[in-house]
């Protein structure tokens, strides 16, 4: 069975940047898709960003291109999601995802993890 597990959340400025790391266990585990979607209180699950595992193409949701870019580390199973600029409106549970494929809809990745919180004040 698959295990994630973010790290990196917290409480920051309006403006700052913050850096989100999920690990993917065991290491034996390899997807062709990594991911990031972002829960805030009373909305949807938003899709942020992805990342392929083979050639590292990554593609990001409108409201954070620009702002936020996405990492990862083939050989720690790890995937990084660095994000600048922060909004009060980027304040959400950030959850690290896997799957198939790149998509903005939540139900095609297969695996999440537990989530960590992000908390932007202004």
């Known amino acids: 069975q698959v295990h994630m597990v973010e790290s990196g959340g917290g409480l920051v400025q309006a403006g700052d940047s913050l850096r989100l790391s999920c690990t993917a266990s065991?290491?034996?585990?390899?997807?062709?898709?990594r991911g990031w979607f972002r829960q805030a209180p009373g909305k949807e699950r938003e899709f942020v960003a992805s990342?392929?595992?083979?050639?590292?193409?990554?593609y990001f949701g409108d409201s954070v291109k620009g702002r936020f870019t996405i990492s990862m580390d083939n050989a720690k199973n790890t995937v990084y999601l660095h994000m600048y600029s922060l909004r009060p409106e980027d304040t959400a549970v950030y959850y690290c995802?896997?799957?198939?494929?790149?998509?903005?809809?939540?139900?095609?990745?297969?695996?999440w993890g537990q989530g960590t919180q992000v908390t932007v004040s202004s």
């Open positions: 995802v896997a799957g198939p494929r790149s998509t903005v809809q939540p139900e095609i990745w297969d695996s």
């Open positions: 065991p290491l034996t585990f390899t997807s062709y898709v």
């Open positions: 990342i392929t595992t083979g050639d590292h193409n990554t």
